[in-house]
């Protein structure tokens, strides 16, 4: 489990077929083979640590539903630490397990702020409300609007220059997943919809 908050921007160092190298340093401070650690949001396997880089195992459903399929040598990514038990949860549950991806379409300055807008598939923008929390590139943001096409967040300083968010131009593609507290939601509005929500249905789903 992640929170969003990125930690470093690491740089792709090697890609071949079905691994990726990635030099880092905070990100590898007490880590070792076997730890997860999130990359542009995707959790993903540090199977050897070299000196101030690890290598990872890409699987081929990872590269379908993400971004990373489009990296190359020199690429810049967000990196994140899975969370500790006794941390602070500074951004929102991330599990890491991408949702699909997005195409950034409009980037608009706003006195010290950044708009960006997304745009995106309809079963991820069902799941996306106002004010709610979403991972863009694993970066958790609030949501600023959300429409039946795109949804836009605003970037403080700090993010724009901690993470590659704005290092991206317009029609470049984000990884996105879903606050899960919504997905579980929505599985349950489903099964409520087939049964009826009844006292057997809510105790059944921990109500």
């Not at 905070?26 to 650690?37: C, F, N, P, Q, Y």
Request: with cysteine.
């Amino acid at each position: 489990m992640f929170t969003g908050i990125i930690e470093e921007i690491g740089t792709i160092r090697e890609v071949r077929s079905g691994k990726l190298k990635i030099s880092a340093s905070t990100v590898l401070e007490g880590t070792k083979v076997g730890d997860s650690i999130a990359v542009n949001g995707v959790c993903l396997t540090a199977t050897s640590i070299d000196g101030n880089s690890f290598t990872a195992d890409v699987m081929p459903e990872t590269l379908r539903r993400s971004n990373l399929g489009e990296l190359h040598p020199g690429s810049k990514v967000n990196l994140e630490r899975a969370a500790a038990v006794g941390s602070r949860l500074g951004g929102h549950i991330v599990s890491g397990h991408i949702d699909g991806t997005g195409k950034i379409i409009s980037i608009k300055r706003e006195q010290n702020a950044v708009w960006v807008t997304i745009s995106a598939k309809s079963e991820i923008l069902e799941l996306i409300v106002e004010k709610g929390s979403i991972a863009i590139d694993g970066i958790s943001l609030t949501v600023a609007e959300v429409t039946d096409e795109n949804f836009s967040v605003s970037l403080i300083p700090h993010t724009s220059e901690v993470t590659t968010l704005l290092s991206k131009r317009v029609g470049e593609v984000v990884n996105l997943e879903n606050d899960v507290i919504g997905k579980y939601v929505k599985k349950l509005m489903g099964k409520s919809e087939k049964k009826g929500i009844t006292l057997e249905f809510l105790a059944e789903n921990g109500f």
